[in-house]
């Protein structure tokens, strides 16, 4: 009886253990990060168009978004405009007429990053190198350009004053170089790089941002505990030629920013970044 007993016991723990094992397998599987579910266009070309006569023939909004974000403009500017390109197929997610690929597999160890490309005028937001959102940005102009380089979101403001005219009101605003108050933030888009060195963006996509990355944490006035949400800005601005996305119309995939091209940008900047997230997940 008592061997029976004991024989029972075994038997139990065995089943236990191995279910114990397989609810911590699924929790594994679930906590990777998964790509998102999109459609793709048929195809992916381009035409030039007039705005207006566009306008008047598509009322679609999610048509008017993708067509906004491949000219790097807002509704109010683009309607001013002379010509603008205009996708063949619109029948595809936002994320297919940009310029960033969907997974990027250098940036899987890190949780949050934010990427600025310059030359393309367009950003990217990855979670362990999975596209989550991207659209258009109107960086800095020639006389005051975007710094390049690695930085950390630091504080933010639904709504404050430009450094630079304070009659300027910027909503969504999230700093991300403190001492010369750069950041990105909702402001007008005029389809080309405008601004005093911030990052300008749509509204609804300032407000993600807004909302999505890390604000720092101070030790104290003087002292930074933990960095927010690194941020890359990559890459020049040829502000001597015509708007490179027009160059979409005779070649779709003229901008295409590869996997690779990321990695050698992400490189240099990898431990520092992945030393930040570990204080952060340790606190």
């Known amino acids: 009886m008592k061997k029976l007993i004991l024989l029972f016991g075994i038997i139990t723990l065995s089943f236990l253990s191995c279910k114990n094992g397989d609810e911590n397998k699924t929790d594994v599987t679930t906590a990777v990060k998964k ?40 509704k109010e500017n683009f309607i001013k405009m002379d010509s603008v390109i205009i996708p063949t197929d619109l029948n595809g997610d936002i994320v297919f007429y940009m310029p960033f690929p969907l997974q990027v597999l250098s940036l899987e160890e890190i949780d949050k990053i934010i990427l600025f490309s310059y030359p393309t005028q367009t950003f990217a937001v990855y979670e362990n190198g999975i596209l989550m959102r991207t659209g258009p940005t109107n960086m800095g102009k020639k006389k005051d350009p975007t710094p390049t380089g690695l930085f950390f979101t630091n504080w933010k403001a639904e709504e404050t004053t430009s450094t630079f005219n304070d009659e300027w009101e910027l909503k969504w605003n999230f700093n991300v170089e ?87 940008v992400i490189t240099p900047y990898l431990n520092t970044i992945l030393t930040e997230q570990a204080k952060r997940k340790k606190a």
């Not at 790509?35 to 793709?40: A, E």
């Not at 207006?52 to 008017?64: A, M, P, S, V």
């Not at 909702?186 to 963006?201: D, F, N, V």
Request: net charge neutral; hydrophobic share 35%.
């Open 178 to 264: 403190n001492k010369k108050g750069i950041g990105f933030h909702q402001y007008e888009l005029p389809g080309y790089p405008a601004s005093h060195s911030c990052m300008r963006l749509q509204e609804k996509d300032a407000k993600y941002l807004y909302e999505w990355a890390d604000q720092w944490v101070l030790a104290d006035d003087e002292n930074v505990k933990f960095k927010g949400t690194p941020v890359i800005v990559f890459g020049s601005y040829n502000f001597d030629a015509p708007k490179p996305w027009l160059q979409l119309v005779e070649n779709p995939k003229a901008l295409v920013i590869s996997e690779s091209e990321i990695k050698e």
């Open 35 to 74: 790509m998102p579910i999109r459609k793709k266009p048929k195809s992916i070309s381009y035409t030039l168009e007039n705005p207006k006569e566009w306008l008047t023939k598509n009322k679609n909004e999610e048509n008017l978004e993708i067509a906004l974000a491949v000219n790097r403009t807002d």
